[in-house]
């Protein structure tokens, strides 16, 4: 089962609203990631968490506020975003390992819209 | 230069036809590749991964990796309608992180 969830499927929220977002995976992976993405690019790296450590922080605006409360849980927490924020925000997770990187598994995303 | 270069497309080609899909790569110290397709409106989904120098095939598609002239392609054989989507190259180092191309987007013609 390659399966990662995430919730909400669509958000709006306007620029003084708090907010998060929920990501969880049961594939037994310990690294986990948040994607942000515009149409008709790539997903652009946000944060890894490795081992629920904070291992890469994108330089993301502080607005955004990752979490990873247990190996199977990530959260990112919104608050007072600005409209050019509006994106789909992916969830990927993958194994870890001695190794070369390995495969990394989207969930369906949230399509945050900032009004 | 970019880190990650493909032709954004869109590819064309007729059903039943073989697509090929190319990336180029510029950093000597990546060591596994990846593709996704993604659908218009949903996240990518993982369809081909490669780790070594070769061809690498899965069902209708084969992954092709040569670390030599830092380059990897996708070939979708018996191309099909729904197989029209946009293709995203990445390759992972040591970082733990995924560096995407721009992506390619195919058209597979009934």
């Known amino acids: 089962d390659t399966e990662v969830t995430q919730t909400p499927k669509h958000l709006v929220m306007g620029m003084t609203n708090k907010k998060s977002l929920k990501c969880e995976q049961h594939?037994?992976?310990?690294?986990m990631y948040w994607y942000k993405q515009k149409a008709k690019k790539p997903p652009e790296l946000m944060f890894v968490?490795?081992?629920?450590?904070?291992?890469i922080n994108e330089s993301v605006p502080s607005r955004f506020s990752p979490e990873c409360p247990n190996s199977s849980l990530l959260n990112l927490h919104l608050h007072a975003l600005q409209p050019e924020d509006s994106a789909l925000y992916l969830c990927?997770?993958?194994?870890?390992?001695?190794?070369?990187?390995?495969?990394?598994?989207f969930g369906p995303g949230t399509r945050l819209t900032v009004t | 230069q970019k880190e990650v270069e493909q032709n954004s497309g869109p590819l064309s080609v007729p059903e039943g036809a073989i697509a090929s899909l190319n990336c180029t790569y510029s950093?000597?110290?990546?060591?596994?590749f990846f593709w996704y397709r993604q659908y218009s409106g949903k996240s990518p989904e993982l369809i081909m991964f490669?780790?070594?120098?070769g061809d690498k095939e899965d069902g209708r598609f084969t992954a092709q990796l040569n670390k030599a002239s830092q380059y990897v392609s996708l070939l979708i054989r018996d191309s099909q309608p729904s197989d029209s989507a946009t293709y995203l190259c990445?390759?992972?180092?040591?970082?733990?992180?995924?560096?995407f191309g721009s992506g390619t987007r195919l058209q597979v013609q009934p």
């Open positions: 990927a997770s993958s194994q870890l390992g001695q190794g070369p990187s390995y495969e990394q598994y």
């Open positions: 594939m037994g992976h310990r690294a």
């Open positions: 968490y490795s081992y629920e450590k904070l291992s």
């Open positions: 950093d000597r110290g990546s060591q596994s």
């Open positions: 490669i780790y070594s120098n």
């Open positions: 990445a390759y992972g180092g040591g970082r733990r992180a995924l560096t």
